[in-house]
């Protein structure tokens, strides 16, 4: 039985967390980060044409850079990891995305089943048997406690800080692992934390000889997983290639080749889309969904976890009043913003949980178009003339849609009742390098973004919890922090979706920020792709889809 246990000088779960996002950023929870309507559906392509042909090659344009390919490093946001770290590593759980009509829940991967003790800290994990790396070799319980060595333990030869700060998010709290046999080990968290399962999707697992071989240094140049697709080539951050993995444990992918370009303006994207260049496009310019569709392309959506929002600074100016929190939520016309503007791409968020997640409880939408309702609360809070106040927008950025027409749509909206807000403008990476250090880029009262909320369990204290390390406008309510609290710790699955829909039930009330829109992920692919299936999350499976040649 092999046994190790970090050392005692390593920061806690808490500590980790604010080291990981102080040193990469917040692009990897800020997203950046849907039931089908207007633009196709849930199951989105079409896999009648062509029978049972498989092969072809996949090409996506994607809205950013792409991430660093070592394992957890990523730097890419959520994007990154659907696209590219999740097809080319696994970790012992996984999400299924195989459904269309609810929040995709977590299954085995790596690991077949667990457990947890009675102390709520201690999981044992049967592993996969007969899984193979794509350099050949097998998946154990010792590649488990080499990948966790080369994140949590300092003394690893192939530890580094950059592995060490991006695993602290999902890994941070596991204070001891140990190989049982073969096929089983067990971990140990600092605490009792019920979304430990999900966290582990997470902590991608790399194959030891071939980290060995490289070193950490030059594994993100010739990385191996279990994952479905295998390492081909790369231009850093621009391009990468991928071939089907034909040894991969759940069967091998249809597609003969991935490609993934790093195509991060809008209209580029849809010019290599009609072009042929590539055959399918993250998020679409809305204004260009109905020539697209004309043309012959498909455009397919799903309700995901996502919010477009606004964060206010809660303890400054009038935004301290929660009633005129509240009142500028009345002031927005949602409906507006996500039919008009973004062409049915998005639905209008009337609460703080998205639609498409488990947090969602519809008797909780509150903020519907009310001018009249919004200049009563104003008066009643003292402002009945109004007041200025401004907002940082990114001008772009994974997950942040169109994000200055959006801006803008709010605030004619919001001048409508009285509220004057200056629109700052950004890029994405001075926003959120600010945002990392507690502070507002260009010193404005609120800003403008996106994220996702319950793909990571583990993120959701930095959004709404007291003394978040990163700006999130000062919000504390301590009724939120012990429900909070108390959903980490219940593994009870039930039990915490009861406790993150009332502290999401709260925060709708406290209205802290700014409920715009929910995304529905919409992508453009050719009619050549099928066999997409759409889930609701950030996340996609690609072993489905294939390309007609």
């Known amino acids: 039985m092999t046994h190790h246990q970090r050392p005692t000088d390593r920061p806690t779960a808490r500590g980790r967390r604010h080291t990981s996002l102080r040193t990469l ?6 997203l950046l980060p849907f039931a089908a309507t207007g633009c196709g559906t ?55 995305l195989s459904k269309t009509d609810g929040p995709a829940p977590i299954t085995g991967a790596l690991a077949t089943s667990w457990k947890v003790a009675d102390d709520d800290r201690t999981w044992t994990f049967t592993l996969r ?89 030059d594994f993100s140049e010739h990385p191996v997983g279990t994952g479905p697709f295998r390492f081909v080539r790369q231009q850093t951050g621009e391009q990468i290639e991928l071939a089907r993995f034909d040894g991969y444990w759940r069967g091998a992918p249809k597609l003969d080749k991935l490609v993934v370009k790093a195509l991060p303006d809008p209209a580029a994207r849809t010019a290599a889309l009609r072009s042929g260049a590539v055959n399918w496009i993250e998020y679409p310019n809305p204004d260009d969904i109905p020539s697209l569709e004309s043309d012959g392309l498909k455009v397919v959506t799903n309700n995901y976890d996502h919010l477009w929002y606004w964060i206010l600074d809660t303890t400054a100016g009038p935004w301290k009043d929660p009633r005129v929190r509240r009142a500028a939520n009345y002031a927005i016309d949602r409906e507006a913003i996500a039919e008009n503007l973004l062409h049915g791409t ?46 940082t927008v990114p001008t772009g950025g994974s997950g942040n849609l169109i994000p200055v027409p959006i801006a803008e749509a709010v605030q004619r909206d919001l001048a409508a009742v009285g509220i004057k807000a200056e629109i700052r403008t950004t890029d994405w990476s001075t926003l959120i390098a600010a945002e990392a250090k507690g502070e507002v880029a260009r010193d404005s009262q609120a800003i403008a973004q996106s994220t996702t909320l319950f793909q990571s369990e583990a993120l959701l204290p930095l959004f709404i919890g ?42 709708t009330e406290d209205a802290p920020w700014l409920f715009v829109v929910n995304d529905r992920n919409p992508r453009a692919i050719s009619p050549k792709v099928h066999g997409l299936v759409q889930p609701q999350s950030w996340f996609i499976d690609l072993t489905t889809v294939r390309v007609d040649r």
């Open 129 to 217: 048997k007969g899984v193979k790396f794509h350099d050949g070799t097998p998946f154990d319980a010792d590649a488990v406690l080499f990948n966790l060595d080369r994140y949590l333990n300092k003394k690893s030869p192939q530890y580094t800080d950059a592995l060490g700060a991006a695993a602290g998010e999902y890994a941070g709290g596991i204070t001891e692992y140990t190989k049982l046999s073969d096929d089983r080990v067990r971990l140990v968290t600092d605490q009792p934390n019920g979304h430990f399962p999900q966290d582990l999707a997470h902590v991608l697992i790399a194959s030891p000889t071939a980290v060995k071989k490289t070193g950490s240094a």
């Open 466 to 507: 007291t003394d978040s390390p990163f700006w999130t406008g000062h919000y504390s309510n301590p009724k939120v922090d012990k429900l909070l609290a108390s959903a980490g710790t219940a593994t009870d699955r039930a039990a915490r979706e009861a406790d993150y829909t009332e502290a999401l039930k709260l925060v």
């Open 42 to 96: 849930g199951t989105a392509a079409d896999d009648s044409a062509g029978g049972a042909r498989t092969g072809g090659t996949l090409v996506i344009g994607a809205t950013g850079k792409l991430p660093n390919p070592d394992t957890v490093i990523g730097g890419a946001g959520f994007e990154g990891k659907r696209l590219v770290s999740f097809q080319l590593y696994e970790g012992l759980t996984r999400y299924d």
């Open 346 to 391: 998005a639905a209008p968020a009337e609460q703080a949980a998205p639609d498409g997640t488990f947090a969602y409880d519809p008797a909780n939408d509150t903020y519907g178009h009310d001018p009249a309702k919004a200049r009563e609360l104003l008066a009643d809070a003292g402002y009945a003339k109004g007041f200025s106040t401004s907002v």
């Open 25 to 30: 950023g917040l692009a990897a929870v800020l």
